[in-house]
C-alpha cells in the first residue's frame, strides 16, 4: 500500500512537472513574439533616431553642389523607404544660408546602407553643409 502510494504522488510530480515545462516554454515564445512587435513598434514610430546619413559635398565644373551621402539603418525589426532629408547650407561664419530637402527612393532594411548623389545650386558663400532626417515611411 506504501509503495502504491509513493508511486502515485511520485508520477503525479512527473505529470505535473511537465507540465509546467511545456507552459513556460509557451509563454517564453509569446513574451518573446511580444517583445519582437513592440520593438518594431517603436522603430516604427521613431525613424529618425534610427536612420544616419552622413556625406560630403564638393563643387563640379558647373558651379553646382554636389553632394554624396550615405543613409543606414540602425533598426533591429523596421524596413524603411522613402527617407526624407533636410540639407542645410552653412557660410564660414556659420550662419544658415538655405535648407532644401531631398527624398531617397529606396527601401532600406535593418542593417542596410545606401548611398545617393544630389547636385544644388548652393547659395553663394556655402562653406559646409549639414544633414537630418526628417522622417521615413515603414
Do not use: H, R, W
Not at 59 to 72: A, I, M, R, S, Y
Amino acid at each position: 500500500m506504501k509503495k502504491s502510494a509513493l508511486f502515485i504522488i511520485a508520477l503525479s510530480a512527473l505529470i505535473i512537472s511537465c507540465g509546467d515545462k511545456a507552459e513556460k516554454e509557451a509563454k517564453t515564445a509569446d513574451k518573446y513574439e511580444k517583445t519582437k512587435l513592440s520593438l518594431e513598434e517603436i522603430e516604427k514610430q521613431t525613424p529618425e533616431k534610427f536612420i544616419a546619413v552622413a556625406g560630403s559635398d564638393k563643387k563640379n565644373l558647373l558651379g553646382q553642389t554636389v553632394v554624396k551621402g550615405k543613409v543606414t539603418n540602425n533598426a533591429k525589426m523596421a524596413t524603411f523607404k522613402d527617407v526624407d532629408i533636410k540639407l542645410f547650407f552653412y557660410s564660414k561664419t556659420g550662419v544658415l544660408l538655405q535648407e532644401d530637402q531631398e527624398m531617397i527612393y529606396e527601401t532600406i532594411a535593418p542593417g542596410a546602407t545606401k548611398s545617393f548623389k544630389s547636385k544644388y545650386f548652393a547659395p553663394k558663400g556655402t562653406d559646409s553643409i549639414a544633414m537630418k532626417v526628417v522622417s521615413a515611411k515603414f
